[in-house]
């Protein structure tokens, strides 16, 4: 893949143009370039030498973009990124969308507006997408040569419109409707999500089935009790009913789990809890034109790559009610045959809750992650791997 082409679908992704022939997105800024240019730049590119590119994977020199999801907002968020171009044009493209001010809300808060599902998910994909602008200008080769992204539940949206696979403002309006969605399941019933971390004798799939065997007993019909999200070897988060979560936590030592930590968030997503809101979001993705990533990116609903549009929008509805594979989307990414370089790896948006998460799967990967900063902030905090993006 050429640098010319990866830099037009780069373009693609985040110009803050309108969904093609749906009059409730906004119009693009005046002298936006357009899609159909910036494809007929693609598609007129020459096509980097088989042994330039060859030579240039065996050399570590690629590299693999790493978008965080719910959970890792913070008041400030974007901060460090309204110097660099086109940061506020993505912002004023957000609120046009939105209706609100999400600016505003990211770097003034208060937390509590932007800890709220319908707020911190555009909120995140924004903040994410904005820091691939930063990393494009301080370091425009790491787009250049990405071989790789892959996004941590709505963190996915961000990694697919990053990889040409749908427009900004299609993205962000679909992300809005899942966000809403998801507020509304998550209101609906009191549920919720725990942090486990175990060991290798912990026993996930008994202690969730003997929580749902509980609330049973409760007189709760259907319950909930799954896991959510397979962070790294041996930590798992689940999610259902709260009385669940609350039995769970009362006999984690039954189920060999060394530590477990309620998450702060509303509901128990990916799980069927969020079923009402696989609707909405599957009615948005039907009228959005998504078109095959010019980058790889894998899907949380098996941590493989998506091969087809028609899958991603089918595995993005599914996303929502399944578990969020992540332990083995990195395994996917990173394997390779011993002794070769492992890609420099970023992680795009708030947070480093992912490269804590890439430690723990794999080290040596690890070595070569960094963070961008979107805060613009001294402080340096140690993050915590359990403490997931969701």
Known sequence: MSVRFVRAACARGLGPSCCRGASSFPVPPPGA????????????????????????????????????GQGSQVVGMGRGLLSYPRVRELYAAAHRVLGYDLLELSLQGPQEDLDRTVHCQPAIFVASLAAVEKLHHLQPS????????????????????FAGAMEFSEGLYAVKIRAEAMQEA???????????????????????????????????????????????????????HLEALQFLRKNSSKYHFRRTRMLPVSGAFHTRLMEPAVEPLTQVLKAIDVKKPLVPVYSNVHGHRYVHPTHIRKLLA?????????????????????????PKTFEVGPGQQLGAILKCCNLQAW???????????????NPDPEESPR
């Open 318 to 342: 599914q996303q929502v009610v399944s578990p969020v594979k992540w332990e083995q989307t990195m395994h996917d990414i990173y394997e390779r045959k011993k002794g070769s370089e492992f």
């Open 33 to 68: 370039q357009g899609v159909a240019e910036l494809l007929r730049d693609a598609t007129g590119a020459e096509e980097e030498a088989p042994s330039a590119a060859t030579e240039r994977r065996m050399s570590g020199q690629y590299s693999v973009l790493l978008f965080p």
């Open 142 to 161: 790491v787009i250049e040569n990405c071989v790789a992204a892959a996004g941590f539940s709505v963190g996915e949206f961000a990694a697919l419109v």
């Open 186 to 240: 998550s209101d609906a019933v009191p549920s919720g999500m725990l942090s486990v971390l175990g060991q290798p004798q912990s026993k996930f799939n008994l202690a969730c089935l003997e929580a749902r065997e509980h609330c049973k007993s409760l007189g709760i019909e259907n319950p909930v009790c799954d896991v959510s999200n397979y962070l790294f070897p041996d930590c798992r988060v689940i999610s259902g």
């Open 367 to 381: 070595k070569s992650y960094s963070p961008v900063d979107v805060l613009q902030t001294l402080e340096h905090v």
